[in-house]
């Protein structure tokens, strides 16, 4: 980082009467009780001077603004002398007088200003001249054609560089003599180097790049190219400074396939973003189109969709969309054909069970609703009424005609003595051919024409079980038994089902990986460039310090001698 | 809509008519949900946009239901539309070819419009300007061309 040349002085004492305080807001002010005032200035005494507030160097085009200051001191022709002919005295471009562009409407911020402060003239390239500037940076400078540049020019690097030692020389002199901490900021080695010049390689400049780190020693300003392309340079000077690097998708590309290319990993195991390049052999196992249409269906089946139901009361429930099948399928098309498909085959299959099944008998319930409720108290029209609104009284499939003759039946035969109602029932019982009703049969799952018969309901239901029971178990055998069938299909559909599932989740699986994969990758990557950020901040560090000591060392190896 | 009988004097309908019952109470709540809906802010011509929307819906689910799923019978089917579940001329349009998508009967009536033509939302998607997005005026249509 950049340290101010200003040095902190203690500051002069304060005349006779002042004394000096805190404000709550962190001010420091200057108040005389004898005159009752108060001050911010420091009295008596030029006012403190404003250090120079510390700045980013990934601000460094303030520096051109700064240049363009006049300083009587950097000679007569500073005044009109604007490094590489960008800067606000030239008139070129406006926007450089605040953060750079016009576009951004922020307010300008304090700006330290820089100025010449001191020039050298390079030995052995007569008309161009080292100017330091008050920041500590430097450019040279022309004199001849009313040049100057802050990127030093590779006929100049020699010239510099012997400049350099000599000052360095200097400098150690003094420092030995006087014991004294150098001021880093007089320090020509005092190298201002951004650190977002480091990672800029990866977005394609390579070239300039370079061939300016040939001479980064002899740098001292960012790595700008010579023609001066300023509105690249805007660009990449503009970003915040708080964010130390941004990456765009560009970026991370670019290094996932640098280092796929160094793991010799195939594209297929990190995921470059182009999936449709290598989806077909990368991966590990397949979904079809049938595939997935299956497990669609499949999804529709496990939430027991309505196949009567339209297609936007699906959408609309929304019930779906959590299961990861529903991704089986990507195009809302798709999904909408195979629901049609699977809906047409359902409501075919459910026709086809329906007819194969045998009617349920609509009696059946009724008369069982009627041995529970019916009473001989009450007459059919307030049977009716009480229990209007029980489904077997509501049930289309009934007569209302037939639900009364049933009931009026049963209220009568209800009236009449046990043993008629018992011999009735065995009588109904033995009628049954015995491959209707044999001692196979349980008691609860008769067969309908006996539970739809009126006879049956007449006796309460605890005697009547019994009576059934001992009847069946006097019955023979049934006369032959049904192999049972469709068994090999059913197991053939579930381990199709159970296949396509998997691969399913295989997918999913492999898609979790690639994502954990490309961020670890994406981790490693920004740890590294950290890394050599850091790296390059110490190796900036090192040569200045590693030079003066060594020169140093030189010196007392002399004297000693 | 069907006429409302006393349950006594009512004919079961035909069978089948359980397995759709559900969806097309749904349809019915969502008519008349929307012929309550408050039509103070909206515009004069959108009102009965909302009713056109569902009644076509709710056709296009019978439509469907009997000529393409084959899931109802005749029966139930003719049921339906004597008891004003779907709109039978609406339907006998979509039979015929080009008006496969018809929105509703209004945007075919030549008679009615200053030049003897149809509405806008018969234009095919192609012909028209490019992102010229129209809603038609008698019921919010955006496009029924049966190429679109």
């Known amino acids: 980082m950049l340290k101010s040349t200003h040095k902190v002085t203690a500051p002069p004492p304060l005349p006779e009467g002042w004394t000096e305080h805190k404000a709550p807001a962190g001010h420091t002010y200057y108040y005389n009780a004898s005159l009752q005032k108060s001050t911010y200035t420091r009295p008596a005494a ?9 700045i980013d160097p990934t601000q460094s085009f303030l520096q051109y603004q700064a240049v363009g200051n006049s300083n009587p001191s950097a000679g007569p022709n500073f005044n009109n002398f604007s490094p590489q002919g960008q800067f606000p005295g030239g008139g070129g471009r406006g926007g450089f007088q605040g953060r750079g562009r016009g576009g951004h409407d922020r307010p300008p911020r304090p700006q330290p200003t820089d100025k010449p402060k001191s020039r050298h003239p390079i030995p052995e390239c007569e008309p161009w001249v080292l100017v330091h500037t008050k920041l500590g940076r430097r450019f040279v400078y022309n004199t001849e054609k009313d040049q100057s540049y802050w990127r030093i020019p590779d006929k100049l690097k020699d010239g510099i560089l012997a400049l350099d030692q000599l000052r360095i020389k200097e400098k150690a002199e003094a420092w030995a003599k006087e014991k004294e901490p150098v001021d880093s900021g007089e320090a020509p080695g005092a190298t201002v ?27 001292v300003t960012d790595d700008e190219d010579e023609d001066g392309n300023p509105s690249k340079r805007q660009k990449t000077e503009e970003q915040d400074p708080d964010a130390p690097v941004e990456f765009n998708e560009d970026d991370i590309a670019f290094q996932l396939a640098a280092m796929g290319q160094e793991y010799g990993l195939e594209p297929g195991e990190y995921d470059d973003g182009n999936m449709e390049e290598w989806e077909e052999g990368a991966e590990g196992l397949e979904i ?46 798709l999904r909408k054909e195979v629901w049609e498909e699977w809906s047409r085959e359902k409501i075919k299959v459910l026709r086809e069970l329906r007819a194969k099944e045998e009617r349920r008998d609509p009696r059946i319930p009724y008369l069982a609703f009627l041995q529970r409720q019916a009473n001989p108290k009450l007459y059919w029209p307030e049977f009716k009424r009480k229990y209007r609104k029980e489904t077997e009284m509501k049930d289309t499939a009934l007569a209302d005609k037939d639900r009364e003759k ?22 109904l019982l033995k009628d049954q051919p015995t491959s209707v009703l044999n001692n196979a049969t349980l008691s609860s799952h008769l067969p309908p024409s006996i539970l739809a018969d009126i006879k049956y309901i007449s006796i309460e239901p605890t005697a009547r079980d019994a009576l059934v029971e001992t009847y069946i178990s006097t019955l023979p055998p049934p006369p032959e038994s049904i192999p049972e069938e469709e068994t090999e299909e059913g197991i053939k559909e579930r381990k199709e089902r159970e296949r396509r599932q998997k691969a399913l989740e295989d997918r999913e699986r492999h898609v979790a990986e690639e994502k954990r994969r490309q961020k670890r990758n994406l981790e490693f990557g920004k740890g590294r460039l950290r890394e050599e950020e850091q790296e390059i901040a110490r190796a900036m560090n090192v040569t200045k310090k590693g030079l003066k000591d060594h020169l140093m060392g030189e010196e007392g190896a002399d004297k000693t001698a | 809509m069907p ?8 004919k079961a309908p035909p069978a089948g008519f359980s397995d759709i019952e559900d969806d097309l109470l749904i349809f019915s709540n969502k008519m008349k949900d929307a012929e309550n809906a408050p039509t103070t802010n909206v515009p004069r011509h959108q009102v009965h946009w909302p009713i056109f929307q569902i009644s076509h819906q709710r056709s296009r689910y019978v439509y469907e239901l009997y000529y393409e799923k084959e899931a109802i019978s005749k ?23 080009g008006y496969e998508k018809l929105c509703c009967l209004r945007c075919v009536q030549t008679k009615e419009t200053n030049f003897n033509s149809t509405c806008i939302c018969r234009v095919p998607k192609a012909q028209m300007k490019e992102d010229q997005n129209i809603e038609c005026v008698s019921c919010g249509c955006r496009g029924c061309a049966s190429s679109d």
């Open chain 2, 75 to 97: 029966q139930l089917y003719e049921w339906l539309l004597k008891n004003g579940y779907a709109d039978a001329m609406l339907i006998a349009k979509w039979k015929k070819t």
């Open chain 2, 3 to 10: 006429a409302i009988r006393h349950a006594s004097k009512r």
């Open chain 1, 406 to 427: 049933f009931y009026r039946d049963h209220i009568n035969r209800l009236k009449l003595p046990q043993s008629t109602l018992k011999s009735d029932l065995l009588n």
């Open chain 1, 193 to 219: 180097r951004p650190p977002v010049a480091a990672p800029e390689p990866a977005q394609g400049n390579g070239g300039e790049v370079e061939d300016s780190s040939e001479y980064e020693e002899v740098e």
């Open chain 1, 46 to 54: 030029p006012p403190t001077p404003a250090a120079p507030p510390p």
């Open chain 1, 288 to 333: 079809t189109h049938e595939d997935s249409a299956a497990l669609f269906k499949d999804l529709l089946n496990d939430f027991g969709i309505n196949p009567y139901s339209p297609w936007e009361k699906l959408i609309e429930e929304g019930k779906l969309v959590d299961d990861i099948r529903y991704t089986a399928l990507n195009t809302m098309k």
